[in-house]
């Protein structure tokens, strides 16, 4: 599966921005999907993931409550909404897919990679 991320840009704190991973081939559904961001000189880090049916899904504390993982299969999508946005959500935002041996938060866990959007917060 090859991932397309888009929807990051310049934001002022306390904005919103929707984020979007698009998957080419035909077994999306069945994939497990994570978003990751890196921030520069810091590791990658999880920040949600959502699995094959939706119905589990996952956040890291630094984000829970500001951002909603979704997924819409029949698209080949999965969303990330981020709210009340601060600077040090600043990072290049990953998402990344799977469909074995799953552990949401672990980054080696994951097969695929998109390229990645930039997402800056302002002060």
């Known amino acids: 599966v090859q991932l397309q991320a888009s929807g990051g840009g310049l934001v002022q704190a306390g904005g919103s921005l929707r984020l979007s991973c698009a998957a080419s081939?035909?077994?999306?559904?069945?994939?497990?999907m994570g978003w990751f961001r890196q921030a520069p000189g810091k590791e990658r880090e999880f920040v949600a993931a959502?699995?094959?049916?939706?119905?589990?899904?996952y956040y890291a504390d630094s984000v829970k409550g500001r951002v909603t993982i979704s997924r819409d299969n029949a698209k080949k999508t999965v969303f990330l909404q981020m709210n009340s946005l601060k600077p040090e959500d600043t990072a290049r935002y990953y998402c990344?897919?799977?469909?074995?041996?799953?552990?949401?938060?672990?980054?080696?866990?994951?097969?695929?990679w998109g390229q990645g959007t930039q997402v800056t917060v302002s002060s």
């Open positions: 959502i699995n094959w049916s939706a119905d589990s899904t």
């Open positions: 081939g035909r077994t999306f559904s069945s994939y497990a």
């Open positions: 990344a897919a799977t469909r074995h041996g799953w552990t949401p938060r672990s980054s080696d866990r994951y097969d695929y």
